[in-house]
């Protein structure tokens, strides 16, 4: 029993550990080899269903009327655009080249990446509003569809991309991660009640679900780094640039927010970045190197989750 309530109370960071255990469980044991080839693009397939059921459960408490912007959305978007604006400005002015390009991209993804949709998530689980995060969680997602065609050719002047082509499929991706939970969870809330109610009744569903997709995440980060074509300097230099990063836009975003009365909203907002797709996004169209500074920036940005959660805890015992 104490264990489980250790597991409860410490889920992120337990699953992080798990994530990286299970990958060096299987990559230095020859004889799981056969093994790791074999669930390797089992897991690969599986992760998208595991974020389409946390995004789910998340959505069936959501009261839709409520999905409205507000105040706090417009000054944490406008700050994300700046950040941006920052990065870029240096990358051209300095005409950077080589391996600081590659770690002023590894910045600039883990800057323009959408608000995480497991944010609203996190946001539940400290007692934010769950309805004003999943409103800014699309207009994040919007926002990012609209910089990324923009901003990445201007950087990087061998990126052939196309504005509207790459506005769409970034948006194509947003429908079947955000809009086809969501409608399936509008349905299930107003014509399915009684599925509705026992998804509704499991406590904290959804986070013990992303607890597990961390693991998972994890794993697949670490082996990202693990086998990276580089030096352990400069993989070492990226990870620092991607904490002090976590931690600038978490505070920027606390400290918008507590303007409005939505500390917790802001932070989750700016500070928790969808790094699938910030991954997706350097591989596609930067240097694939720079995918290692969301890959690690995930593990931060989850470190601070874990570090909100349990002060959450302590001031709010049960």
């Not at 070492?236 to 918008?256: D, K, P």
């Not at 991954?279 to 874990?306: D, E, F, K, M, R």
């Amino acid at each position: 029993m104490r264990l489980l309530q250790f597991v409860k109370e410490w889920t992120l960071p337990v699953a992080m550990v798990a994530g990286t255990a299970i990958y060096f469980l299987f990559a230095l044991t020859p004889a799981l080899q056969g093994a790791a080839s074999f669930f390797g693009p089992v897991i690969d397939d599986i992760f998208p269903l595991f974020m389409f059921l946390i995004l789910f459960a998340t959505f069936c408490k959501v009261d839709f009327r409520r999905l409205r912007p507000v105040a706090w959305h417009l000054w944490v978007g406008a700050f994300q655009v700046l950040f941006v604006v920052i990065i870029a400005t240096i990358i051209l002015a300095f005409h950077l080249k080589g391996d600081k390009l590659i770690l002023m991209e590894s910045v600039l993804t883990c800057i323009i990446g959408p608000c995480a949709a497991a944010a609203a998530v996190v946001t539940s689980k400290l007692g934010g509003n769950l309805e004003e995060m999943t409103s800014y969680t699309f207009l994040s997602n919007f926002l990012t569809a609209l910089m990324v065609p923009v901003c990445f050719p201007l950087i990087d002047t061998s990126v052939g991309m196309d504005f509207l082509h790459a506005f769409w499929l970034i948006l194509y991706k947003v429908c079947l991660v955000l809009v086809v939970p969501m409608a399936l969870a509008f349905v299930v809330k107003h014509y399915m009640h009684t599925l509705h109610r026992w998804i509704v009744g499991v406590k904290d569903l959804s986070f013990y679900l992303w607890g597990f997709s961390l693991a998972i995440v994890t794993g697949t980060t670490v082996k990202n780094i693990v086998h990276a074509e580089t030096t352990t300097r400069f993989l070492c230099l990226i990870a620092g640039m991607g904490l002090l990063l976590c931690i600038v836009q978490f505070a920027v975003g606390r400290y918008l927010g507590h303007f409005f009365n939505r500390t917790q909203e802001a932070g989750q907002a700016l500070g928790q970045k969808n790094t699938n797709f910030a991954i997706w996004i350097a591989y596609t169209y930067l240097n694939p190197l720079a995918s290692v500074g969301p890959g690690c920036y995930i593990l931060w940005q989850n470190v601070i989750n874990s570090i909100e959660l349990w002060q959450h805890e302590r001031s709010h015992p049960c």
